[in-house]
């Protein structure tokens, strides 16, 4: 029988000024899919690693399952399915766990049955996916996860999701410190209502971070990293965020954010060179905090879901 | 004695989901200023043309010469200069009519004295001379009147202000109705407070925007020219508003907002084969409302302000 298996990476979403609009992929984790054709109809989950026994193997629950529903309704076809899941991303983490799964399962699910839809046209069945697994349909994890590199979702009605350039020595450190946050808590301390001038200030660095994608200007990317919006709120939930984040600048990163909902953060920097300072700083602050702490180093991913 | 002039460009600010934070420069509209060295010291308007009567001689109200007199102050020197200014622009229009005559009076200025400042290192001056003209010193008219082009505001407070890319054939219309619409109002009918999700739709806005600019992508342009936080509650103050956008748009427009404060409209288009369509709808939809209204068609001044 023919089996296909597929990666997709890893992604931060909410990127500081890109609050719920901005999103990019990380190089070198995200989980894997391999999809089999069977002869009896239906979609079946059966493995998963690397979830500690978390994950659902129920298709109505299981990413993987609910996206790859939603892609062969879109066709009105009914194949047999069997599929495999290892992830390598921890779950809950705010690095886009459940959509990696979600998009490695449709892209390995559309290659299996011939290439039906062109890889952007993947988006709403991962999405779909997105719904069962977080209760809403966000696309700023699905979109950089599918696509690679920095992605701006400008409409999520209209699906308008458009990919920006990423300047070649922007990297990447994430920051998953040992410590649990309720993503309900997360979403909770968001304000409904917010001040007219921060969201002008929103609008103005949002517009600068695009502007220094763009033209390569580090600086720029540097002064734009300021989320008026969503920072203020989820920062106190996360202990130690304000120290780290002058340590980490003090360290020459660019600047620094809550990846998703959290707890982990995401620092940019340009180049390599300030990477192993970036760490050390950031673990001094979380231990004399008695917080562990697992940093990882990522290049931005600009390939995005693919084949392997 | 030696005689500089220089012109200033008309400009469009609060460009839709840019609201605060984008103006653009207009071509072929805009402010000359003349200034003439004198041998006793002080500032001087000698000579105001085309305003109707209605501007100040008076030095600490004209905004030339205010703009002038916080340049001198941060060099430390009391010059005697006579000015000059020829107003190309109505008054109180929205299409930055102070902001080109104080930024005409700071290159001449500067000029006259040997060059003591760059061209970029004007504009705190000319916010200066804002302060005093509209009470608040935004810099999204001073900003492209003086650089030229697409201008964003990254930060008002840092004044942090970046360049931006101007597509080769994107055009502006400006339709000045016959209407007074005072400033105060227009003002006023804004919302302190705002849903947070206009913020987001805002922020996501004016990232499309600013990568249409990048791309020369007319649809993105056209998809992101969307202001849901000002536009709402400015659009009612004029009347015929959403009738002459829809006509503009059957007439091939890209898009439309409201100049400043207003109740001068822009529009964009692609290329100057839609203009006449574009105007002649404009003029049917004001008309059928019993509205005369000027129409003005420029492309973007990429040059800014400029010794003559």
Known sequence: MKTIKAFAPATVANVSCGFDILGF??????????????????????????????????SDKNTCTVAIQAMIDELGINPGIEIQLEKGLPLGSGMGSSAASAVAALVAANELLGNPFQKNELLPFAIAAEKVACGAGHADNVGPSLLGGFVLIRDYHLLDVIKLPVPEELHCVLLHPHYQLNTADSRSVLRDQIPLRHATIQSGNVAGLVTGLFQGDFDLISRSLRDVIAEPYRAVLIPGFYEVREAIKAAGALGMGISGSGPTLFVLCKGSAPIPGIITAAQEVFESIG??????????????????
Do not use: C, F
């Open 291 to 308: 917080l562990g702490v697992d940093a990882y180093h990522s290049a931005i991913n600009t390939r995005g879901a693919h084949i392997l």
């Open 25 to 58: 992929a990380l190089e070198g984790m995200g989980d894997w899919v391999t999809v089999t054709e069977r002869e009896s109809p239906g979609l079946e989950v059966i493995s998963i690693q690397g979830d500690g026994g978390k994950l659902p193997y129920d």
